[in-house]
């Protein structure tokens, strides 16, 4: 049985709001592997139609029970179903690091055609090169397969019709400006490798 843990949702909430503005006058908007559904939280406020897709039954029942859309199936059988120009958006938020780049490859190719040209789709996802994560945070879960660095994203979303508009490092708290000097001088010494906890990339469908 899932407890939610009311500080987790605080974290999501204030980890995804910036997010949120990339869809914008979107009509409908898809949240790959939607979990809690915090991000579709955000958009319903925003005033967005928002749809999750998660395996998790738990999770799916949690995220209805809150007034959210959601459909419980696997993303890969959803996306192979649905039709053309669906959704004008998608979300897919700490997914990618949990599969091979060939699945990787695979569901960037499906959500192509059921997003309308021009569409955005956000992804997140931890930032190897962040020493913390490196060295522990990143491999203590055990259903991590490995990670994507931007520009192993950046190829694999070309080669399935998506062009990249930017991307980069984010952290959601900034640090202070003591343990900001800390990792300014261990950069120096050692290279950059105290950095953004995560990075982004923002692709758009191409025509």
Request: glycine content about 8%; overall charge positive.
């Amino acid at each position: 049985m899932h407890v939610p843990d009311p500080r987790e949702r605080q974290v999501a909430r204030r980890y995804f709001q910036p997010f949120v503005e990339h869809f914008r006058g979107c009509q409908s908007v898809l949240d790959v592997a939607s979990g809690q559904g915090h991000f579709l939280e955000l958009l319903k406020e925003a005033g967005l139609n928002g749809t999750g897709v998660e395996l998790d039954a738990e999770l799916c029942e949690l995220s209805r029970q809150k007034g959210l859309k959601v459909i419980n199936e696997s993303f890969f059988d959803y996306l192979a179903k649905t039709a053309p120009a669906t959704y004008d958006g998608a979300n897919v938020s700490h997914i990618v690091e949990h599969f091979t780049p060939t699945d990787v490859e695979r569901l960037f190719k499906l959500l192509h055609p059921v997003l309308k040209p021009g569409a955005k789709m956000v992804i997140l996802t931890p930032n190897i090169a962040n020493m913390r994560r490196a060295v522990g945070d990143f491999w203590r879960d055990p259903t991590h397969v490995r990670p994507y660095p931007v520009s192993a994203l950046s190829k694999l979303l070309r080669r399935s019709g998506w062009e990249v508009v930017d991307a980069g490092e984010y952290t959601d708290r900034k640090p202070s400006l003591g343990r900001s000097l800390i990792y300014a001088f261990r950069n120096a010494l050692f290279g950059r490798y105290w950095c953004g906890d995560d990075l982004f990339v923002i692709a758009r469908r191409a025509s």
